[in-house]
Structure formats: C-alpha cells, structure tokens
C-alpha cells in the first residue's frame, strides 16, 4: 500500500513511531500529484520546495527527539483564499493573479505551528462565490468521481485534493456551504464551524457575518484533528471567540444511546432526489438502531433561507470586495485617468458571477433600497435563528441530506444562477444561524447514461459551539457505515490512476 492511500491517523501514528519521514510522507503525495492532478486540477499550485524544506525540518525535529505539533508532517492543501506568507492568493481572480500574501493567516501559522506540511494552494470558485469551482478564472476543477461532473464549490479544490487522495487534510471555508457541499458531491468529511471558533485573520472576506473557516479531511477523526489545530481566540479577529480551545480528537467516541435527533419536515421539500432521499431514510434507521430517538420537526422559516442569504452575502461582498481598485492589490488596468482606471480594472479583473454579486449587493445596500432588502432579510435571518434556537430546546442535534442532489454535469447550471444557487438550498440556514455542521459521506447514488455511482452526503447540524457533538455523532455512524464508503473510495481513486494510464492528459 502507498503512504497516500493510508488513513490520516495510520500516516500519523508511522510518522510519530518513525517508521516512516515527513520527507516519505510528502514524496509519496506528489507522486499522487504528479499522476492525477492533470485529470482533476485540484491545485492552483503546488508549493514542491517550499513543503520540502518544511517536511525535512519536521524531520530534524522527531530525529532530535522534539515534538513538532499534532500534525506532525502531515500534508495539508489550502483554499486559495488563505494567506500563506511568501505563496501566491488568487480567490481564483484574475485581480489577485499575482499578488503574494505579505503574512500567514492565523489558521496557517497555527497548522505550521503543529507540523503541517503545505502542499499547496487548491482551486475555487472566485471570491468563493459558487456552488461548482466552475467560477473560477484558472478554469474548472473536475469531480474525482466522474470527471465529467463538478466537484462542488466553492472549495472544490480542497475537498477533489482529498477525494482523489492528493492530500489527506486540507482547510476550506464556508460562508454558505462552500465546505459541505463540495464534501457531499466528492464523497469527503467537512466541516463548517461554529461562527466564531475559527479565526478569519488571513481569509480574504466574502460575507462577514457568515464566512468560516474549516477542515476537509478523510473521516471524522481528520476534521477533528485539524479543527483542535485552528481553533481558538484570536486577537487579530475582533468576532473570535474566547472559548478555550478543547481536544476534539480525545472526545469522539461516545454512545448515542439517548440522543435526540431532529428532522426538520421544511428541509426534505426542498427537491430531494429520490434516491437521496431513500438513502437518507436509511441513515435515520441505522440511527434509531443505534440509539438516537429521530424525531420529525419543523423550522417554519427554512423557506426564506435561501433567498436571505441571496441579500446578505452579496451586500456584504459588495462592501468587502471594494479595496480591489487597481490601486493597492494585484492586477490594474491602463487607462487615462483614475476613474476609468478603477472602472477597467474591476470590469476586466472580476468574473462574471463576482460582478453579478457586487451589483445585486451594492442595490440592496443604496439608499431607499436599504429598507427594503438588506434590513427585511437582516430580520428574517433573526427569525431563522430563533427556529433554530427553538428546535435545539428538543434536539440535540438535527439531520439533512447536505445537498439536494448527488454531483452535478460541468456546464449543467453555469448558465442559470439561480439553479445554481439552489445546490446551497440545506446549507445557508445553518450560516445564517452561525450553526456548526458536519457533512460525512453518507450513501451512493447511480447516475446517468454510465450508471456512476456517486457520493451524498449527511449534514449533521448542532448547537453553537457544540462541534463535540455533531463529530461524536458522526464518528460513531462511520463506525457503522464508514466501509462500506471507504472501500468505494478505494476502487475510484483505482479508477483514476487507470484512467490517467489509458488517456494521457497535457
Ligand atoms: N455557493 C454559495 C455562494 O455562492 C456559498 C459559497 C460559500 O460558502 N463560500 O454564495
């Protein structure tokens, strides 16, 4: 077996007894790279000699008999909205194409802190404003499973990375789904944390209010390990909680005899494929068996969710996405005078969807309009959150598909916005409410013409701050159903080295 095709957990326990190095540890995932990133194009780059130097100095480390962190060598890849000193941050923006992050996000010095090895910078929508990486100016990222469809977005590159098993962690964020969905479509573990546990310092902002930043990883036991990494007050980010950082790795078994689980009625209307929606029924079965007594229950306002954050996110984006004017960041147009100069710039340095965003924002926030949109959804979202907080009186913990469907075609949504948007239809509620939620691979589902199977993923959703929860929850129902997945993970990433031998690719 290769070292890429191991657990997180066995690399890291080989890495720690030194049967195996950093430096081994890294070879074998750029030789991953080298064979299938030209089939899926995960990566906007791939730092080789910077996570080089990195890996040989985690390797000075355990030889001398020091302790380099809880990562200790591990490969992780970054979404490229994260600041990594010295490494390129585009947002997948041709205004950002070349400008070079002055300084570490917290997130990132405090992975390099623990031992993290970086293998690179992972394609995305632009500004991580899509559902499908299709956004992105440096072209689409393909889902390992079938390249012919997405593998979600916007932090499609992170989650194809681990999906296709070149790189076993790596961070994304989620502002309005951009970690689950792409986990739910790539067959992936992601999670969105609770608003505040994570440090934004070093994100580049999309929506304030919402964006967090989080793990992709192979099993619940990954997200939690990177999680106890990033988590944690954060000076640097004034909206970064003071809860101590707790130990998640050290608290996920537990029995779930007892729990009590919510199924909101509102979420499964929302379009369901049918086989997801089977698929799920089953889960809820395999929970009850377990244990956990499933309950249905209602959150009345879900409906409007999709449309509040279809307010919100954009005004913010509007305001946030101001400072790329040509003049202090990356790429500027020549033109005769300021004004022009800021008018080509943004005209010719954003995307499409990026100026959709600014436009609909920037009407929703001008006066005499304010009122009427960005302060009626700044409300409804106060009531969404109050549906929350009622449900979570009876409930531990509520259950959705992440996603309406399994992964859906490249080109299949890029045209019609709003069914696009739909993709995030489960996932914004739980953003607007600042919620933490997991989505774990969960089910197969055939699709099309070659009768593919595909990945769906399960959105376990808690209360705030109560990550511990929603990843016991999850732990103990991979233990239940994780092989059966695994061992399909397994034959697709068989199937892409196949593929890559039989069609040589540029
Ligand atoms: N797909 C959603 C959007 O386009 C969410 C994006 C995200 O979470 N960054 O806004």
């Not at 970690?179 to 994570?198: D, E, H, M, N």
């Not at 990883?217 to 999680?227: I, T, Y």
């Not at 305001?319 to 800021?342: C, I, K, Q, T």
């Not at 449900?391 to 069914?419: H, R």
Request: a negative charge.
């Amino acid at each position: 077996m290769e070292i890429w095709e191991m657990s997180t957990k066995e690399i890291l326990s080989l890495l720690k007894s030194r049967e195996i190095t950093a430096q081994e540890v890294l070879d074998s995932y750029l030789c991953r790279i080298t064979e299938v990133e030209p089939l899926v194009r995960a990566y906007l780059e791939v730092l080789e000699p910077e996570a080089r130097a990195e890996a040989a100095k985690v390797d000075a480390m355990l030889i001398r008999g020091e302790d380099p962190g809880i990562l200790s060598g591990l490969p992780c890849a970054l979404k490229d909205n994260l600041a990594l000193k010295g490494a390129r941050c585009t947002c997948a923006s041709k205004i950002l194409e070349n400008w070079v992050a002055p300084y570490d996000a917290t997130c990132v010095a405090r992975l390099k802190k623990q031992g993290a090895v970086f293998l690179g910078k992972t394609n995305m929508d632009e500004f991580a404003m899509g559902s499908s990486t299709e956004n992105s100016a440096f072209g689409p990222t393909k889902n390992p499973w079938d390249l012919e469809r997405v593998p979600g977005g916007s932090s499609g590159g992170s989650a194809a990375a681990v999906a296709a098993g070149m790189a076993p962690l790596a961070l994304g964020s989620d502002t309005g789904g951009s970690i689950r969905q792409p986990a739910s479509f790539t067959g992936t573990y992601g999670l969105k944390p609770t608003y505040g546990l994570v440090s934004r310092y070093g994100l580049v902002a999309f929506a304030s209010s919402l964006d967090q930043i989080g793990p992709f990883g192979q099993s619940v036991w990954d997200c939690a390990l990177l999680l106890e990494a990033i988590a944690g007050y954060d000076p640097l980010d004034s909206t970064s909680s003071r809860k101590e950082p707790f130990p998640y790795t050290k608290h996920l078994e537990s029995s779930l005899r007892g729990l009590r689980a919510g199924v909101p009625g509102e979420f499964l209307g929302f379009g369901i494929d049918p086989d997801v929606r089977e698929g799920f029924e089953k889960i809820l079965e395999i929970l009850s068996d377990m244990g956990v007594i499933v309950e249905e229950t209602s959150l009345p306002t879900l409906p409007y969710a999709l449309d509040t954050y279809y307010v919100i996110a954009p005004s913010e984006a509007s305001s946030n996405l101001a400072r790329f004017d040509g003049v202090r960041y990356g790429f500027r147009a020549s033109a005769p005078n300021l004004e022009s100069m800021y008018q080509k710039t943004r005209g010719e340095g954003f995307g499409r969807e990026v100026r959709r965003r600014i436009m609909l924002g920037t009407f929703a926030l001008s006066a005499g309009y304010y009122d009427a949109y960005y302060l009626r959804a700044a409300r409804i979202r106060t009531l969404i959150r109050r549906d929350f907080e009622n449900a979570f009186e009876k409930f531990d913990v509520l259950l959705s598909p992440t996603t309406p469907t399994a992964a859906f075609k490249l080109g299949e949504k890029i045209e019609d916005p709003i069914s696009m948007y739909l993709a995030d239809v489960l996932t914004v509620p739980v953003n607007l409410a600042g919620l933490p939620a997991l989505s774990m691979p969960a089910g197969f589902v055939i699709t099309g013409e070659k009768g593919k199977e595909l990945p769906w993923g399960l959105q376990i959703i808690g209360k705030p701050f109560a990550e511990t929860t929603v990843l016991q929850v999850g732990n103990a129902l991979e233990q239940e159903i994780g092989k059966e997945i695994n061992d399909k993970i397994r034959d697709m990433r068989r199937d892409l080295t196949r593929t890559r031998e039989c069609e040589p690719v540029d």
